[in-house]
């Protein structure tokens, strides 16, 4: 069984430039998480959601980021335009129906976001 | 939400057992605690989960005391592929994932 996949692994911006991450996750997962991940830091969710719907983005910058779901698989996180501090791991990850509560999380690999 | 404390790192020598010690003081009775391990350039990797007393799976052990204050995940008879940033959370169970995400243990397995 395929994990969740992201694309790319590594992106090299210059500030104010527009970038965007994708996650695919594990089939039959119908919910899926974006987290932003510091250097030497746990993982901080920036969006949450249950089938398409975006159920918890109060962590979202939404100035500047955005994500989408639009089939209820795959997702697009966006930001426009980035920052030097948006440099970071971004992580997708997605769990199972059965997990009503998204403790066993299955994580990508991430994109590792390098804003110059 | 409860937060938790964990020590910055841990060393420790292959065939050890290791045992992480994590402290949520303020843990609420419909909290779960969640342990994942994170290797470099990889997503976090779910280990192991209990409610209370003690948890046993084929990676690890968790031991949860009768006043869930703290817990203790253990590796038994580690490696050096067990070198890796080991996180303990704590969800509620009714607050749909919660999960506050702590720096974690960096643990280092020596030859």
């Known amino acids: 069984e395929a994990g969740v996949v992201q694309s790319p692994r590594y992106k090299i911006i210059e500030k104010k430039q527009p970038v965007a991450f994708w996650c695919n996750p594990i089939?039959?997962?119908?919910?899926l998480y974006w987290y932003l991940q510091n250097l030497g830091q746990g993982p901080e969710l920036l969006i949450r959601y249950e089938n398409e719907e975006a159920v918890d983005d109060s962590q979202l910058p939404k100035d500047r980021f955005s994500a989408e779901r639009l089939k209820g698989v795959d997702s697009t996180l966006k930001i426009q335009p980035a920052e030097l501090g948006d440099s970071a791991v971004y992580l997708c990850a997605s769990s199972s129906p059965l997990d009503r509560f998204g403790n066993e999380q299955f994580f990508g690999p991430g994109t590792r976001l390098t804003v110059l | 939400l409860a937060k938790t404390t964990q020590p910055i790192s841990m060393d420790s020598y292959e065939g050890q057992e290791v045992n992480i010690t994590c402290s949520h003081n303020?843990?609420?009775?419909?909290?779960?605690i969640t342990w994942y391990q994170q290797f470099p350039s990889q997503g976090p990797r779910f280990i192991i989960q209990?409610?209370?007393?003690?948890v046993t799976n084929e990676v690890a052990s968790l031991f949860i005391p009768a006043d869930r204050k703290s817990s203790t995940l253990s590796l038994p008879r580690v490696s050096l592929s067990d070198t890796a940033v080991y996180y303990c959370?704590?969800?509620?169970?009714?607050?749909?994932?919660?999960?506050?995400w702590g720096a974690g243990t960096k643990l280092i397995i020596k030859p």
């Open positions: 303020n843990i609420a009775t419909n909290d779960y």
């Open positions: 209990g409610y209370k007393t003690k």
């Open positions: 089939s039959g997962h119908n919910t």
């Open positions: 959370l704590v969800g509620e169970i009714l607050s749909n994932y919660q999960l506050i």
